[in-house]
Structures are given as C-alpha cells and as structure tokens.
T-cell receptor
Framework: EAGVVQSPRYKIIEKKQPVAFWCNPI?????LYWYLQNLGQGPELLIR????????DSQLPKDRFSAERLKGVDSTLKIQPAELGDSAVYLC????????????FGPGTRLTVT | QQQVKQSPQSLIVQKGGISIINCAYE??????FPWYQQFPGKGPALLIA?????SEKKEGRFTISFNKSAKQFSLHIMDSQPGDSATYFC????????????FGEGTQLTVNP
C-alpha cells in the first residue's frame, strides 16, 4: 500500500513570494489533514477535510493561507505571500475516517523562507 | 495553551535499557492517546495508542501506561535498541470532534550501543 505522498520535499523561496504544497493521501482515505511542524516541536493542525469539505480550519491563518481538496482526493496548501516565520515543515496526513482512526503522515515539505 | 506536556525533552539510554517518556494532559475530554515516532526527514508514524478505558497496553517492546485520575500517560520502551533513536511525540484527541491531534513537545531519544 502506497503511503501519503507529498511534493515538493523541499522548497526555498524569498519572502513575499507564493508557494504551494501538494498532497496525495492513501487511496480510500476520506479524511485529510494538514499540519505545521516547527523545528523541535510537535505538529499543529492547520486544516482537516472530510472528503472535499473543510470541516476544521480554525487554526488556518486565512489572510495568507488557503487550501483546497478538489474531488475529495488530492489537496493543495498555498501560502501567499510567504513570511519568514512560515519556515517550517508542512505535513499532510490521512485517515479512513475521523474519530480515533490512525492518521498516516507523509514525509512533509520543508519550507525555508529567506 | 499547551494541553499536552511531555518530558523529558531529551533522553539518553544504553542499549538494552528501558526508556520512559511521560505526558500529562489537561483536557478531560481527551479520549484517544497515541504515541508517534519520528525519524529525521520523515513524517511521524503511529507507534501505539490507548483509550482511557484501559490502564495499560503492550505491543512488543512498547508499553503505554495510562493513569486517568492523574491525567498522565507514559511510554515505556523495553530493551531499547540503537534503531529506536528518534523523536517521540505523545498526542491526545477527542474522537467525536474529528480527532484533531494535540501533540506534546517531543522527546529526542538516543540509544547508545
């Protein structure tokens, strides 16, 4: 079974530039999560999708961050414009359903904003 | 507000020893407590998880001990191996609220050969 796929793995951009991350969840997984992981810290949820609906985006900074999950499969997380403080690892995870089911994480995208 | 506190921040253990990592939580509504293992450059991987209706769960060399009254849970790694060297995160969630995982700060475990 293929795991959660994320791309790119690494991205370096200058501040004020836009950036996008892509995630392909495990086949059949209805729930998709985007997490932010700062260096030396645990992941923090940014947004959760149930199929194509964003059901928990309370922690997403909506002034600069946006996400979409077209057709309830792949998802894209965008930052525009990026700030220095956005440098972090962006993790995507998926699960069969929400509600205590195991979340499978992708390898993440390491973003560096200069 | 940090709802899950983890300690120690780092831990060094000799091969064959027991590694113990502790977590404490504040929100009594949490009802799912997983532990994740993360290697450098990789995403977290679920190691073992427990629900509050049991006090202990064992899978191979890994054991979770859970104390509901104290709002604490811990991970014990028996016969620690150099390959166990990684960062370990405890987490907690409320299953009826979509399983938003609240993670601890992480413990960097080093097992010396």
């Amino acid at each position: 079974e293929a795991g959660v796929v994320q791309s790119p793995r690494y991205k370096i951009i200058e501040k004020k530039q836009p950036v996008a991350f892509w995630c392909n969840p495990i086949s059949g997984h209805n729930t998709l999560y985007w997490y932010l992981q700062n260096l030396g810290q645990g992941p923090e949820l940014l947004i959760r999708y149930e199929n194509e609906e964003a059901v928990d985006d309370s922690q997403l900074p909506k002034d600069r961050f946006s996400a979409e999950r077209l057709k309830g499969v792949d998802s894209t997380l965008k930052i525009q414009p990026a700030e220095l403080g956005d440098s972090a690892v962006y993790l995507c995870a998926s699960s069969l359903e929400s509600g205590g089911h195991e979340q499978y994480f992708g390898p993440g995208t390491r973003l560096t904003v200069t | 507000q940090q709802q899950v506190k983890q300690s120690p921040q780092s831990l060094i253990v000799q091969k064959g020893g027991i590694s113990i990592i502790n977590c404490a939580y504040e929100n009594t509504a949490f009802d799912y407590f997983p532990w994740y293992q993360q290697f450098p450059g990789k995403g977290p991987a679920l190691l073992i998880a427990i629900r509050p209706d049991v006090s202990e769960k064992k899978e191979g060399r890994f054991t979770i001990s859970f104390n509901k009254s104290a709002k604490q849970f811990s991970l014990h790694i028996m016969d620690s191996q150099p390959g166990d060297s990684a960062t370990y995160f405890c987490a907690a969630s409320i299953r009826t609220s979509g399983s938003r995982l609240t993670f601890g700060e992480g413990t960097q475990l080093t097992v010396n050969p």
